[in-house]
């Protein structure tokens, strides 16, 4: 079990930080002028107009829901860190511990969290980019996957705690 336990280790280990590399590329090819743009235009603009019907609104929202989309990628890469914990915990013999049940529970939240949100924000960049935004579409591309696995992690996390639950009588029995 120990040989299975540090296969799965390195593969999760592989996977974190390709993703978090994936990341960081995407964070750095994303264009960090319009910020400066942003911060020339609130020098001149001028004071009496409207700043929500003027189009550096569009813009700034453009850049402040491309932050938040980065911030919920990583969230999601640390909700993926928790298999490493988990890992740990099997390597040391508890199957059924207190932590791997929470460990399940913080994936399942994280993975649902990230699709809910991820969702909201694709939506409102569709409508400022005027754009079309397609639900099916989009739930269908990437996020297929995310909410049965996130439901998935809630039923291991009971799984798991009946588990512990059968665990603690067999001990009281013998």
């Known amino acids: 079990m120990k040989d299975n336990t540090n296969i799965l280790t390195i593969i999760t280990w592989v996977v974190l930080l390709s993703t978090i590399s994936i990341l960081l590329n995407d964070m750095r090819e994303f264009d960090f002028n319009q910020f400066k743009e942003f911060q020339n235009w609130a020098k001149s603009a001028d004071k009496n107009e409207s700043w929500f019907t003027s189009k550096n609104l569009i813009e700034w929202s453009y850049y402040v829901i491309s932050t938040g989309l980065f911030f919920w990628r990583g969230y999601l890469i640390y909700g993926f860190s928790y298999f490493l914990s988990i890992l740990k915990e099997i390597e040391s ?3 059924f511990s207190n932590k791997n049940i929470g460990y399940f529970k913080k994936i399942g939240n ?3 969290w990230y699709t809910v949100n991820v969702l909201v924000l ?3 960049l569709a409508v400022i980019n005027k754009s079309t935004f397609n639900f099916f579409n989009e739930l269908k591309t ?3 996957f995310l909410i049965p696995a996130g439901l998935a992690f809630f039923i291991l996390a009971e799984i798991f705690k009946r588990g512990k639950q059968t665990e603690q009588e ?5």
């Open 142 to 144: 990437e996020f297929t």
């Open 170 to 174: 067999n001990e009281l029995t013998i």
């Open 122 to 124: 694709r939506f409102l």
């Open 93 to 95: 013999g508890n199957y």
């Open 110 to 112: 994280i993975f649902i």
